[in-house]
């Protein structure tokens, strides 16, 4: 496919849904809108990750009424990502756009994206022009952003979003994955390193409120970089040298006053704050191996990244295939139940 002609390839849309069944009709109708005006190839694959209300009967009657329409439900509520994972290995066309499904991201900004991606990039983030969030939301993002940066770059990391665009063939690079953790943005540089980004308008939730809380991004974050980077066991490292030149210098001290005044340091403050900042930094340092161990034996447990409980009678199984990374336990369509 030629850079030239990628906003009329066909594309697949794919959003991970969780308790928005009220939203739905809407955000398909929109795509609708868009989506056959830009080519005559497109499809919308909606996950439903664990809903609570009656989303997944809604994706039934949409997938029933609407051919373009695939549905995919979840065994359980995976996480955003894990259930991302999923629809991209669902996909079939050139390429992906990913977006949330409370509509703050507005399909019709689908265009520009594409746009960009048409100048010879291979993703493109949808940034939006101003934070919607609280201050502590976006902390915990900025935080996400800062994980992220060891495998996007600070600039490209500062621009990251829910809301993107990229070449279908990417998913290559991570065909195999096979892990409870996942990151989307972080497998997608695995297959690449030409990402960019536009400014989109972001709007407003249009019912409920967001799942991705303070302690959530956080968890994220920590699980990004345990699980995709050594920079936790490099961080141990350095506090260990310091640490160590810490000692020395205190041991120097030590030493030195006793040679010129012929007397040791006395006090049991100053002993207990010396213990108290070494057995810090050493249960500091165990706890991120301890986190790299969990990672190891959770992969040993081969837990996959989720499990398909069913799918509309227009799906075939997500991606074609299974391999090691996702699981169909039952395929079960919706006559079925």
């Known amino acids: 496919m030629q850079d030239r002609e990628i906003t009329k390839a066909s594309v697949s849309v794919v959003i991970p849904v969780y308790n928005s069944r009220s939203i739905l009709p809407e955000l398909t109708d929109r795509l609708f809108a868009i989506l056959s005006r830009l080519t005559d190839q497109y499809e919308l694959i909606l996950v439903n990750d664990g809903s609570r209300d009656e989303s997944w009967d809604e994706v039934n009657h949409l997938a029933a009424t609407h051919s373009w329409i695939r549905g995919i439900n979840l065994m359980r509520n995976y996480g955003q990502h894990n259930a991302l994972l999923c629809g991209i290995r669902a996909a079939k066309r050139d390429v992906i756009i990913i977006m949330d499904d409370d509509l703050q991201h ?131 490292t350095l506090i260990g040298f310091v640490f160590t030149l810490f000692g020395l210098v205190v041991l120097a001290y030590v030493i030195g006053r006793y040679l010129l005044h012929g007397a040791d340091v006395r006090g049991f403050t100053f002993l207990a704050s010396i213990m108290i900042i070494f057995s810090g930094a050493q249960l500091f340092a165990l706890g991120i191996f301890g986190e790299y161990l969990a990672r190891i034996h959770f992969r040993m447990m081969e837990r996959p990244s989720y499990v398909v409980s069913s799918t509309t009678p227009n799906c075939s199984e997500p991606g074609g295939e299974q391999s090691n990374a996702g699981v169909l336990l039952h395929n079960r369509t919706a006559e079925d139940r």
Do not use: C
């Not at 940034?127 to 800062?146: D, I, M, V």
């Not at 495998?151 to 809301?163: N, Q, R």
């Not at 972080?186 to 980004?197: A, D, E, H, K, Q």
């Open 106 to 236: 507005r399909p019709e900004e689908i265009p520009g994206l594409l746009s960009k991606l048409a100048e010879g990039y291979d993703v493109v983030y949808g940034t939006p022009q101003e934070a919607h969030h609280g201050f502590w939301r976006n902390s915990a993002a900025h935080l996400t952003k800062l994980a992220l940066q060891g495998a996007l770059g600070a600039e490209t990391a500062g621009k990251v979003s829910p809301y993107r665009a990229f070449r279908t063939r990417l998913r290559d690079a991570f065909a195999n994955y096979q892990s409870s953790f996942v990151s989307i943005d972080v497998l997608l540089t695995w297959g690449t390193n030409r990402f960019s980004s536009i400014p989109v308008r972001y709007d407003a939730r249009k019912t409920g409120s967001s799942q991705y809380t303070f302690r959530r991004l956080v968890t994220h974050a920590l699980n990004m970089m345990t699980g995709f980077s050594i920079l936790p066991l490099q961080l141990a």
